[in-house]
């Protein structure tokens, strides 16, 4: 026996089709923006755990994960995590000679403050430093070195050190221009003798 047509199941099942989504609510993962071909690579390589880490001053932060303990009936453990305390905040460089807003933590704030300025703060070469500036510390400490008074102060420094001043690079091409001729003839020289020959009479 054929049961009578309901209104409530139809309107039911435009309801639940209705509700499908046909796109998706994921976040996409934030692409890390490589460096500049003039820029030397940075030696501890990007973030990729945390990657909005690579688009401030982070100080080394990361996202810290542990347990809320709870202090009532139902006592237990609830996972959480912690994120780091990030704002965007405005720093004067003197060698730049312009304001720069950049997304800081607080604890990057304390240590440049200590430090006496956003300048000082990129320029020291501690490995714990390079390592606490990330992908865009590194970026901003080569484009400080290049200013005009960061230079004039890094040959005053190896002048004091008795370091010989290197040339630039075209004046070191063309000294070195007839000994870098003999090498790369003894280079092909070498190449030639030791490539293996093959008889063909056999075959």
Excluded: C
């Excluded at 810290?64 to 405005?90: A, D, F, H, L, M």
């Excluded at 500036?133 to 070195?145: A, E, H, N």
């Amino acid at each position: 026996m054929l049961r009578p047509f309901s209104l409530s199941v139809a309107f039911r099942s435009l309801s639940l089709s209705a509700s499908k989504r046909t796109f998706s609510t994921t976040q996409p993962t934030q692409k890390i923006k490589p460096l500049p071909d003039h820029i030397p690579p940075y030696p501890f390589g990007p973030n990729y755990t945390y990657r909005q880490s690579n688009t401030g001053l982070y100080g080394g932060t990361m996202i810290q994960y542990g347990n809320k303990i709870s202090q009532g009936r139902n006592e237990g453990k609830t996972r959480r995590s912690w994120k780091p305390n990030v704002r965007r905040k405005k720093f004067y460089s003197e060698a730049l000679d312009e304001h720069l807003h950049i997304k800081v933590t607080r604890k990057a704030i304390r240590t440049i403050q200590k430090d006496g300025g956003l300048d000082n703060y990129l320029l020291k070469d501690h490995p714990a430093r390079v390592r606490e500036l990330g992908l865009f510390g590194w970026k901003l400490r080569y484009q400080v070195m290049q200013t005009e008074g960061v230079q004039k102060m890094l040959k005053q420094e190896r002048k004091r050190l008795g370091v010989r001043e290197r040339p630039p690079f075209n004046e070191w091409l063309q000294r070195n221009q007839a000994r870098l001729r003999r090498a790369a003839e003894k280079l092909s020289n070498i190449r030639d003798e030791t490539k293996p020959t093959y008889n063909t009479k056999n075959y």
